[in-house]
């Protein structure tokens, strides 16, 4: 490698592992970025690293020539085009990956499951394994919804603050799919503190009359993901929701260990 011509003898893993660590120090940045909603000062980034200020500019001037981050006028850095491309493609892997997990989920449910992500102020659906049953549920995935009327909606919101859900609210709207559809901000934040205490959450006849679904958060996720299944709400009833909630929490948990070990698997041959 160029960088090994300056290491002393005695010391050949130093140049490896100072790489390593910018790339470290690179991706930690941009994901500080991105919980800082995408805008942030150089300043900003050194508290929140406790990176010194020389290190942080040095890194964002590479990240800037690749196009994962811009300058703007204001001096302040954005994140920049480039990811988006980097953030679908992740995106539809995710949903290749979560696809055995929601295969079991219907042999063992018997119903419809899906994956969901949130995109901005809408639900994304990015996977789904349709029921075996005649009668079954069908989502394209691809399909965008609005968060209010669906159980992955608010599986996907339950621990956003409320302040940050009545100002996605208040840009979406919430037109009522059915009579049974949450059309206010006060209804849907109950319904959200519900979903905290059940640890799980139901979408019933509020997206399509006659369809009833239950959604987990995917705890852990690299990206805010829920999973579902739904179904005629003939099936879909109270007492199977009992026996379907276990199987949906720990078929989230197992998919959670995966995601978070996905990198490691492939690292460990390097």
Request: include cysteine; glycine fraction near 10%.
């Amino acid at each position: 490698m160029p960088t090994s011509s300056h290491a002393s003898t005695t010391e050949p893993a130093k140049p490896a592992a100072g790489g390593v660590q910018s790339l470290e120090r690179a991706f930690d940045l941009l994901e500080r970025m991105a919980d800082a909603g995408g805008e942030v000062g150089l300043s900003e980034l050194s508290a929140s690293s406790g990176l010194p200020l020389p290190t942080i500019h040095r890194l964002m001037r590479t990240l800037v020539a690749c196009g994962y981050v811009r300058q703007q006028p204001n001096r302040r850095y954005a994140l920049g085009p480039r990811l988006i491309r980097l953030g679908e493609s992740a995106s539809r892997l995710l949903g290749t990956w979560a696809r055995p997990y929601l295969a079991r989920l219907v042999e063992e449910t018997g119903e419809t499951a899906n994956m969901a992500l949130l995109d901005g102020d809408e639900i994304v659906y990015v996977a789904q394994v349709p029921s075996k049953h005649s009668m079954r549920m069908f989502t394209e995935v691809g399909r965008r919804v609005l968060p209010h009327s669906t159980g992955v909606g608010k599986a996907l919101l339950a621990h956003t603050p409320a302040d940050e859900v009545r100002a996605l609210l208040a840009r979406t709207g919430m037109p009522a799919a059915t009579e049974k559809t949450i059309t206010t901000p006060d209804g849907f934040l109950d319904a959200l503190e519900e979903v905290r205490g059940l640890g799980y959450a139901v979408d019933d006849n509020e997206q399509e009359i006659g369809v009833r679904c239950l959604a987990v958060l995917v705890p852990d996720s690299p990206t805010a993901a829920a999973i579902s299944i739904s179904g005629p709400a003939g099936r879909v009833t109270e007492a199977a929701t009992d026996k379907i909630v276990p199987i949906l929490q720990q078929v989230a948990s197992e998919l959670s260990a995966a995601l978070a070990n996905t990198g490691n698997g492939n690292g460990a041959g390097l």
